[in-house]
């Protein structure tokens, strides 16, 4: 079956009623923009994960992709986009880590120009055709290893989003990062993953803890 028959014949298993209640368990979890549990109602997610795990879309966790990875758990991406929104305008988002591509179509519909980054290419393949299949426009994919960054070192980003933990925030993600701009990025300190924020002001780089969470590592190379 292809995407385009997938979306009308998953109406069953993901009815209105079932990403509403995501969305309203979401609301009570904190998230509160408005902007964003729109979106969040609106992209179907059970077209970013595999057919047999569809029915098990629109219910917040994470779910398998594959190649060890995740998607990652509905109320996280909501948060991730609700910090990255902010509360200053910002144009351009760059995202490390696609996987499967469904909080890149989240980034899609909330900033005019969304650049991600995937390490492992079959993943980086599917997101792809999904988002094509999807007829999400304004997004820009590229098989790269994020520790350098988008290829185009000249680039600067109002904010980078990064959906894989990491011990050593990479130099070159905050050489691209906007004056004014912040990268959201899971710390992890030993076992322990911390979401923390860092923005730019100047030549001052400005950390803040926000909570807990877990994500997969962040790693080297290409795959
Ligand atoms: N945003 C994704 C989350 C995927 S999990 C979603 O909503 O599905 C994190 C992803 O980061 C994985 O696909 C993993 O392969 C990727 N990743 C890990 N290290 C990376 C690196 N150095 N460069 C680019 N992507 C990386």
């Given at each position: 079956?292809?995407?385009?028959?997938?979306?009308?014949?998953?109406?069953?298993?993901?009815?209105?009623r079932?990403?509403?209640?995501?969305?309203?368990?979401?609301?009570?979890?904190?998230?509160?923009?408005?902007?964003?549990?729109?979106?969040?109602?609106?992209?179907?997610?059970?077209?970013?994960?595999?057919?047999?795990?569809?029915?098990?879309?629109?219910?917040?966790?994470?779910?398998?992709?594959?190649?060890?990875?995740?998607?990652?758990?509905?109320?996280?991406?909501?948060l991730?986009?609700?910090?990255?929104?902010?509360?200053?305008?910002?144009?351009?988002?760059?995202e490390?880590?696609t996987?499967?591509?469904?909080?890149?179509?989240?980034?899609?519909?909330?900033?005019?120009?969304?650049?991600?980054?995937?390490?492992?290419?079959?993943?980086?393949?599917?997101?792809?055709?999904?988002?094509?299949?999807?007829?999400?426009?304004?997004?820009?994919?590229?098989?790269?290893?994020?520790?350098?960054?988008?290829?185009?070192?000249?680039?600067?980003?109002?904010?980078?989003?990064?959906?894989?933990?990491?011990?050593?925030?990479?130099?070159?993600?905050?050489?691209?990062l906007?004056?004014?701009?912040?990268?959201?990025?899971?710390?992890?300190?030993?076992?322990?993953?911390?979401?923390?924020?860092?923005?730019?002001?100047?030549?001052?780089?400005?950390?803040?803890?926000?909570?807990?969470?877990?994500?997969?590592?962040?790693l080297?190379?290409?795959?």
């Amino acid at each position: 079956m292809n995407l385009d028959e997938r979306k009308h014949k998953g109406i069953g298993m993901t009815s209105q009623r079932t990403r509403d209640r995501l969305i309203e368990r979401l609301r009570q979890q904190g998230i509160q923009n408005s902007q964003v549990l729109d979106v969040l109602r609106r992209v179907p997610r059970h077209l970013f994960v595999d057919e047999a795990l569809a029915h098990r879309a629109y219910e917040d966790n994470a779910l398998p992709i594959g190649y060890g990875q995740t998607i990652s758990q509905p109320f996280i991406v909501a948060l991730m986009s609700q910090l990255s929104l902010g509360d200053g305008a910002a144009n351009s988002v760059l995202e490390i880590g696609t996987g499967c591509g469904y909080q890149t179509a989240v980034l899609a519909s909330l900033f005019p120009q969304v650049y991600s980054v995937e390490r492992i290419e079959a993943l980086y393949q599917q997101a792809r055709q999904r988002l094509a299949e999807l007829e999400i426009y304004n997004v820009q994919l590229r098989h790269t290893d994020g520790n350098e960054g988008w290829p185009n070192p000249s680039y600067r980003f109002d904010r980078i989003l990064m959906t894989a933990a990491c011990s050593e925030v990479p130099e070159a993600l905050l050489a691209q990062l906007a004056p004014g701009g912040s990268m959201i990025f899971p710390f992890a300190d030993g076992v322990e993953q911390t979401l923390t924020r860092i923005t730019r002001d100047g030549d001052e780089l400005l950390a803040e803890s926000l909570e807990k969470v877990v994500f997969v590592p962040l790693l080297p190379g290409l795959a």
